[in-house]
């Protein structure tokens, strides 16, 4: 019999599928390794498939997409509730079938691949700077040790390489001086390669439309902001009232002055120039 909704529980290389009828009634139960799964799915005709929203989700939704599916992503939180007894791959692609036939269930927007690519972006720039501040921090504990300090903050860390790089400096000995020197010369390798990775987040900034509608609400120009901005207004209602609710906080606003209302406004205002 022709299944017309599936629950699809995805993995790194083995995935679980639970299809039922019309009437309900299991037609499909079966275990796919990753080279199956598209050719399995563009053996079926149209129906509808949920999918527990993860990251690999959102590529799995866009292909079969493509082979005419419709696809939902279900937060995992709202598909515990359906998973009768037990974990197992078979129980989770269940309760994702049951799950996402339910009239009043939420579901996950489908990120799309550029969405995904500025994604990287920002993930990449978070270790690097978290790498950044832990090589800084290191400098500035060795260097202690031999009575060498610099005022704070990230730019002033640049004093202390200039120390570590004179070699007339005799306050640093030689052992030392190795250790230092690595040490620098991957703090200013990590500091150019962030430069480029906010080069490349500034110019996709620029270029998209939503984001610079969104960069015009107070409290989000500053580079900080931009990863709450990478989605462009893509969540549901409920969670861009929580973005901007967030925004709001941040910026020292009240949320109750303009809730309801700066979607609207927000897609009806002019441009500006962009402030990044």
């Not at 909704?5 to 290389?13: P, Q, S, T, V």
């Not at 339910?102 to 995904?116: D, H, L, S, Y």
């Not at 790498?131 to 400098?139: E, F, G, P, R, V």
């Not at 500035?140 to 202390?160: M, Q, T, Y």
């Amino acid at each position: 019999m022709t299944p017309i909704r599936i629950g699809l529980d995805i993995a790194k290389n083995v995935f679980q599928v639970h299809g039922v009828d019309d009437n309900g009634t299991v037609v499909i139960r079966k275990r796919l390794r990753r080279p199956d799964m598209l050719g399995f799915f563009a053996s079926l005709p149209p129906c509808l498939i949920g999918i527990e929203a993860c990251s690999a989700s959102h590529h799995w939704a866009r292909e079969l997409i493509r082979l005419k599916h419709e696809v939902r992503l279900l937060p995992a939180r709202y598909v515990k509730p359906y998973v009768q007894r037990g974990k197992s791959d078979a129980l989770d692609a269940e309760a994702i079938c049951e799950a996402v036939s339910r009239p009043t269930m939420r579901f996950a927007t489908i990120k799309t691949a550029e969405q995904q690519a500025v994604l990287t972006l920002h993930r990449a720039r978070e270790l690097l700077v978290k790498q950044q501040t832990m090589l800084a921090n290191l400098i500035r504990g060795c260097l202690g040790e031999f009575g060498i300090v610099a005022p704070l903050g990230i730019r002033r860390v640049s004093e202390l390489i200039a120390v570590i790089n004179d070699d007339a400096d005799t306050r640093i000995l030689p052992e030392a001086r190795i250790d230092m020197r690595a040490a620098a010369d991957q703090l200013c390798d990590l500091q150019k390669r962030i430069k480029e990775i906010e080069q490349a987040i500034r110019a996709w900034h620029r270029s998209n439309e939503a984001s610079r509608r969104l960069a015009t609400i107070p409290g989000t120009e500053s580079s900080r902001t931009l990863r709450w901005r990478e989605i462009v207004w893509t969540p549901s209602a409920g969670q861009g009232r929580f973005w901007l609710g967030t925004v709001m906080s941040v910026a020292g606003l009240c949320p109750a002055c303009w809730r309801g209302q700066w979607p609207l406004a927000l897609m009806d205002c002019p441009l500006p120039e962009a402030p990044i």
